[in-house]
């Protein structure tokens, strides 16, 4: 158990439709950061937060938005989804935004689109 | 931009070395990881090197960098049943935060 939680960890929806995952970090850790697993894209890297800051963008469409709270949990939204948009959505959390430490995953969430 | 470069699956009897390689093309990565991912599990960290470092050996694993060729690999020793899983090369290159390049992922089957 990594201490990164991630809900829901199934998610089943309709094309069109919008959802919100969700990501708790580490205790302590301000860094979070969402990565897209698919089958034809691999893991990509989508965004990086740092204590309520966007800190890094990688290759995160416009349809999808992230946020960090105060608390420092994260919620991943993803509007007008598409078939292609089904895959595992993994959350990692370090301590800083700036040191080499290892990046700790959550389960991820499995979004299908239909 | 970075790219990262795996083979696709290995399979190996149990007992057995299992090595796993990976190429990548960011000459300023600074830190190579390999992460292991179970089954509808989440990706653990097995071991890192830092990029002025040739080898290193954890307990069963080795992990060996050619800097010149920018080639990693992962060396598992007595490879056992329960390491089948797929392994992920990432480098971490210089930039802002901490963002990994990931490959593609090798699918490991270890057969008893």
């Known amino acids: 158990d990594s201490g990164v939680t991630q809900t829901p960890k199934h998610l089943i929806t309709a094309t069109g439709q919008r959802v919100t995952l969700r990501c708790s970090p580490r205790s302590g850790d301000l860094s979070v950061y969402w990565y897209q697993q698919s089958l034809d894209q691999g893991l990509q890297f989508l965004i990086q937060y740092y204590n309520g800051e966007e800190r890094a963008k990688g290759n995160i469409l416009e349809r999808f938005s992230a946020q960090q709270f105060p608390d420092l949990h994260s919620e991943l939204n993803l509007s007008s989804l598409e078939l292609g948009d089904s895959a595992l959505y993994f959350c990692?959390?370090?301590?800083?935004?700036?040191?080499?430490?290892?990046?700790?995953f959550g389960p991820g969430t499995r979004l299908t689109v239909l | 931009g970075e790219d990262v470069e795996q083979s696709l699956f290995l399979s190996v009897r149990e007992g057995d070395s299992s090595v796993i390689n990976c190429t990548y093309t960011d000459s300023s990565s600074t830190y190579l990881y390999w992460y292991k991912q179970e089954p509808g599990a989440g990706l653990q960290l097995l071991t890192y090197?830092?990029?002025?470092?040739d080898m290193k050996q954890d307990q069963r694993l080795t992990v060996l960098l050619n800097k010149k060729d920018k080639h990693l690999s992962l060396r598992i020793a007595d490879t056992q049943t329960g390491d089948s899983a797929i392994y992920f090369c990432?480098?971490?290159?210089?930039?802002?935060?901490?963002?990994?390049?990931f490959g593609g992922g090798t699918r490991l089957m270890v057969k008893p």
């Open positions: 990692a959390s370090t301590e800083s935004g700036f040191t080499y430490n290892e990046q700790f």
């Open positions: 990432a480098e971490r290159g210089n930039n802002a935060g901490n963002m990994l390049t």
């Open positions: 090197i830092f990029s002025n470092m």
